[in-house]
């Protein structure tokens, strides 16, 4: 088995608890997404979230951030890059995220898995593990290929204690779909969970998938984790070139940290709203919690979406020139406070 059913059991447990605290409460982070590394291993095609030589952040201002997080209410953590694994006090990371109760998680290419970094892993009290297998064999593309990472499945499969998920993907040009299946079975047979992301066009724009695809797309769904298919309505109307009406929570329920420590709605919309997380307020949470954004309607990032359901039947959102309308217009002697939306 991928992970001790204890483990996983204890895991599931403490998301039920964030859960119940997520609905009772908006004014809280749910889920932080925080860069130690720009630097990665590898060049995918498509990515525009590395570079080839930046430094680590080190681990001082690393743990600051982490403190902020922390004061700022997050539930979830989870590490991403670039490829974190090449950051040399990813353990250090880990072990402080924990530190303040909250969950930690790690997305990696998978390639710098050996059994002795895993246990050292285990150690740390990761969490959960994401990797994206994008196809079977290595292209001009991607290297996030089954075929290079089987071997490291198989450590992972053995040794770690986390919970592991192999998500693959599916549209974008993606040469063979057909690959996002037999990644999908191999990571059930391995005892892993399994999800699948639909993803656009390489020039940003929101296609239908082919037949071919639309099937394949619900085999790997079935054979996935049933809670998060349940999540992710939205992506059958991205399988059907459809935009999708939800409301993202990003700059407040959501954040991405930059390695900078800027805090940035997401990946995708790094530069909004930008401000250093060290002077990041619930003013400031507020404001993005309510800001409807441009982008939703095509919005592929599964995460967001997971978050943004918590909040989704409550809190109409309103348009940045809205809001920006209504600050020019507060009369001066109200100063913004802390608002709770439950
Ligand atoms: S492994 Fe991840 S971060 Fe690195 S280039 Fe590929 S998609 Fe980007
Ligand atoms: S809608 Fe999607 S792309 Fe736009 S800010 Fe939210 S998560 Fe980012």
């Known amino acids: 088995m991928a992970v001790r059913p204890t483990t996983f059991l204890r895991l599931k447990l403490r998301e039920a608890a964030f859960i119940s605290r997520a609905l009772l409460s908006t004014n809280h982070v749910v889920l932080a997404h925080i860069i130690p590394m720009r630097r990665c291993n590898l060049a995918c095609g498509y990515c525009n979230e590395y570079d080839g030589s930046s430094k680590p952040v080190p681990l001082e201002l690393m743990k600051k951030r982490l403190d902020k997080l922390a004061e700022l209410g997050t539930s979830i953590v ?10 040399p006090d990813l353990d250090l990371i880990i072990r402080h995220i924990r530190s303040h109760g909250m969950i930690a998680g790690l997305i990696s290419n998978g390639y710098y898995f050996t059994p002795e970094r895993i246990k050292r892993l285990n150690k740390s009290g990761l969490e959960y593990l994401q990797i994206s297998i994008d196809n079977v ?25 986390f919970h592991v998920n192999i998500n693959s993907v599916i549209g974008g040009g ?10 999908a079975r191999r990571a059930v047979e391995l005892g892993f969970s ?29 054979l ?25 929570r990003a700059g407040a329920r ?13 990946s995708q919309q790094r530069g909004y709203p930008g401000i250093p997380l060290d002077q990041y307020t619930m003013e400031d949470f507020d ?56």
């Open 78 to 87: 989870t590490i991403s890059g670039g490829e974190p694994m090449m950051h």
């Open 137 to 161: 064999e290595p292209d001009e593309v991607s290297r996030k290929s089954l075929r290079v990472l089987d071997k490291k499945l198989r450590y992972l499969s053995e040794f770690a204690d």
């Open 174 to 183: 993606i040469k063979n779909p057909e690959d996002a299946l037999t990644v």
């Open 194 to 222: 399994t999800t699948v992301g639909v993803i656009h066009d390489s020039d940003g724009t929101l296609k239908p998938l082919s037949t071919k695809e639309k099937g394949i797309f619900q085999e790997v769904k079935k």
């Open 224 to 248: 996935g984790n049933k809670d998060h298919a349940r999540l992710n309505w939205f992506q059958d109307s991205i399988a059907e070139g459809k935009p999708y009406n939800w409301r993202c």
């Open 254 to 266: 959501y954040l991405y940290i930059c390695e900078e420590g800027l805090v940035h709605w997401c």
């Open 287 to 342: 404001r993005e919690y309510k800001t409807e954004k441009w982008c939703a309607a095509t919005c592929t990032l599964q995460c967001v979406h997971q978050v943004g359901i918590l909040d989704n039947w409550r809190d109409p959102q309103k348009t940045p020139a809205q809001i920006a309308a209504e600050q020019i217009t507060k009369p001066q002697t109200q100063t913004q406070t802390t608002q709770s939306y439950s």
